[in-house]
């Protein structure tokens, strides 16, 4: 008996009377070797786990400190969070909540697994946000002008998606791809042109899209509150430790699941990566994650007294990059070049330039420093431990973006290269690339994108402090705006780059006189129309029905 209370775990389950006993009984059944204790008089020893399951959820706050006293009161032992499977909180609240296991009406086979994990020094999050309410969201009132811009983004928004859905893959006749493509450039361009009509009146929607047109401010990108949505399919975290290697561990495994589903594009821009073939699209995303695996594993074994974190990074990056061109080529890979069979990945890296920088990347150390050195994390002006869900999400957000970006600039030099080599297009490229027109078509799209984020976007952006990230997210690759300081970079533009922001200043100071105007004016025509025309035309259908009517009398 003693022998078997020395092996047994000893876990106290705070739950309801019924559920309590009936989660015990099958506990035990599934394990014998756990032992769950509904009273904290019967334990024989501290507990290896506390679980308190909830029936109801309704203030963050006041779980919050019922929390931080369960938790004071029965350390070192991790506390379990169980949840309803309906909720009036979104997943940003939930996973704000300093617990190591938070689950959300889980069965009996994911709650066996959690205990095991936490009892190992893990932590396991899963939620079903799909079962989450927002019943108690704040509303926003919304004026005409506003009204007007959230109104067109979720219109022109539905159109890009169904054009997105129906040019993946293209569709086989030329005019008909050509059609739906023009329409995609006209939806991007009336998108562009409503925000900078109604650009001024954002700053009174940025609080109520997110809550009131979700859709909208996911897929366009107006979610500029600097915080990291876990809302969609549900947020599942699984950690065996809590460290970084454990993390990292994490991020890979969700971001190669990401990659090996398939990717859209739902950035709103044309990309790079589009322009490869689906299997070396995969073979590049996947190859830069491993490149970078490699890379954060050389990093660890830095000492103090080596160069700095950055300066080891910056060495390494360019070693990355041809590592994974290699991988995504082929290192045998051999294509007919001038009547010759020439080595793929070695006429690639001998011609293209893949040093060159992407300057909206954010600086590596916010993305480094975690995963290797195991610092904590800054989100929504809170300092969080890398293994916490809302800092996993950032470090996962920012990994992603630097894939998505470093693969553009690779994928962008190979498009490049494969101008010169048509044999390679058919390796390489996707179908309709094969033709030169179609593909120096891509390339001066590319370019042309390119000059206008230069010169017009990116300057805006600084100007307006926003980051433009790319996240994997539902087997798409998203736009997310982040508001950060960056005022350095400002500073560092150029003098035409300088005007544009100049002028975006002028707009915004001038914006609000100009909707008094119209309002003004807006006013004067109702005065007019009601109180002038409308009177008048009153005046001249009374005195027509009074001429019938002595017209009448008369006859």
């Known amino acids: 008996m003693n022998l078997a209370d020395s092996t047994s775990t000893q876990i106290l389950l705070l739950a309801p009377d019924l559920l309590g006993e009936s989660l015990a009984l099958q506990l035990t059944n599934a394990d014998p070797n756990l032992e769950v204790m509904l009273r904290s008089d019967q334990l024989r020893r501290h507990p290896a786990l506390v679980i308190w399951s909830l029936e109801s959820l309704e203030s963050v706050g006041t779980l919050q400190l019922e929390l931080k006293r369960l938790q004071e009161n029965w350390q070192p032992a991790p506390v379990m969070l169980l949840l309803p499977a309906q909720l009036q909180l979104n997943a940003n609240e939930l996973l704000s909540l300093d617990c190591p296991g938070l689950l959300q009406d889980p069965d009996l086979v994911t709650l066996r697994e959690a205990i095991t994990t936490l009892c190992g020094g893990g932590r396991v999050v899963n939620l079903n946000t799909a079962h989450t309410s927002q019943g108690n969201a704040p509303q926003f009132t919304m004026g005409f002008g506003q009204w007007l811009l959230v109104s067109g983004l979720q219109q022109i928004d539905n159109d890009l998606r169904l054009i997105e859905r129906l040019l993946n893959p293209p569709p086989q006749h030329e005019l008909l791809r050509l059609l739906m493509e023009g329409r995609q450039r006209e939806l991007r361009s009336a998108r562009g042109l409503l925000?900078?009509?109604?650009?001024?009146?954002?700053?009174?929607?940025?609080?109520?899209?997110?809550?009131?047109?979700?859709?909208?401010?996911?897929?366009?990108?107006?979610?500029?509150?600097?915080?990291?949505?876990?809302?969609?399919?549900?947020?599942?975290?699984?950690?065996?430790?809590?460290?970084?290697?454990?993390?990292?561990?994490?991020?890979?495994?969700?971001?190669?699941?990401?990659?090996?589903?398939?990717?859209?594009?739902?950035?709103?821009?044309?990309?790079?990566?589009?322009?490869?073939?689906?299997?070396?699209?995969?073979?590049?995303?996947?190859?830069?994650?491993?490149?970078?695996?490699?890379?954060?594993?050389?990093?660890?074994?830095?000492?103090?007294?080596?160069?700095?974190?950055?300066?080891?990074?910056?060495?390494?990056?360019?070693?990355?990059?041809?590592?994974?061109?290699?991988?995504?080529?082929?290192?045998?890979?051999?294509?007919?070049?001038?009547?010759?069979?020439?080595?793929?990945?070695?006429?690639?890296?001998?011609?293209?330039?893949?040093?060159?920088?992407?300057?909206d990347l954010p600086d590596p150390q916010r993305m480094l420093s975690p995963l290797i050195l195991d610092r904590p994390v800054l989100v929504e002006g809170q300092l969080l431990p890398a293994d916490a869900p809302r800092a996993l999400l950032e470090l996962e957000t920012l990994v992603s973006n630097w894939l998505v970006r470093t693969a553009e600039l690779i994928s962008a030099e190979v498009l490049e290269a494969s101008g010169e080599w048509p044999e390679l297009r058919r390796f390489?490229?996707?179908?309709?690339?094969?033709?030169?027109?179609?593909?120096?078509?891509?390339?001066?799209?590319?370019?042309?994108?390119?000059?206008?984020?230069?010169?017009?976007?990116?300057?805006?952006?600084?100007?307006?402090?926003?980051?433009?990230?790319?996240?994997?997210?539902?087997?798409?690759?998203?736009?997310?705006?982040?508001?950060?300081?960056?005022?350095?970079?400002?500073?560092?533009?150029?003098?035409?780059?300088?005007?544009?922001?100049?002028?975006?200043?002028?707009?915004?100071?001038?914006?609000?006189?100009?909707?008094?105007?119209?309002?003004?004016?807006?006013?004067?025509?109702?005065?007019?129309?009601?109180?002038?025309?409308?009177?008048?035309?009153?005046?001249?259908?009374?005195?027509?029905?009074?001429?019938?009517?002595?017209?009448?009398?008369?006859?």
Not at 291 to 308: C, I, M, T
Not at 319 to 334: F, S
Not at 458 to 479: A, C, D, F, M, T
Not at 502 to 529: C, N
């Open 195 to 359: 925000f900078w009509m109604w650009g001024p009146l954002q700053m009174g929607i940025d609080r109520a899209i997110p809550e009131q047109y979700p859709a909208t401010a996911a897929n366009i990108g107006l979610d500029i509150s600097g915080r990291i949505s876990a809302e969609g399919a549900g947020t599942m975290i699984c950690l065996r430790e809590r460290n970084a290697v454990a993390v990292w561990s994490a991020i890979r495994q969700r971001l190669s699941d990401a990659v090996e589903g398939g990717l859209t594009n739902a950035t709103g821009n044309l990309l790079a990566i589009e322009g490869l073939h689906p299997q070396r699209r995969r073979d590049l995303l996947l190859s830069l994650l491993n490149q970078l695996d490699e890379v954060l594993q050389k990093l660890r074994q830095v000492n103090s007294s080596d160069p700095p974190l950055i300066d080891c990074w910056l060495a390494l990056e360019s070693e990355l990059r041809e590592q994974a061109l290699r991988t995504m080529a082929g290192n045998y890979v051999r294509m007919p070049r001038n009547g010759e069979l020439t080595l793929v990945a070695e006429h690639l890296l001998a011609t293209i330039d893949l040093q060159g920088r992407d300057q």
């Open 428 to 555: 390489l490229l996707n179908q309709h690339l094969i033709s030169t027109r179609e593909l120096e078509r891509v390339r001066n799209q590319l370019n042309s994108q390119s000059r206008w984020q230069d010169l017009i976007q990116r300057p805006i952006q600084l100007y307006e402090s926003k980051r433009l990230l790319y996240r994997l997210r539902n087997g798409s690759i998203e736009p997310l705006l982040l508001t950060e300081p960056r005022d350095e970079e400002l500073s560092q533009l150029g003098w035409l780059q300088k005007q544009v922001a100049l002028l975006l200043e002028a707009r915004d100071a001038l914006a609000p006189s100009m909707q008094a105007l119209i309002k003004r004016f807006g006013d004067l025509m109702v005065v007019v129309l009601t109180q002038v025309l409308g009177r008048a035309i009153g005046l001249v259908g009374r005195g027509i029905a009074q001429g019938m009517g002595r017209s009448l009398r008369g006859g």
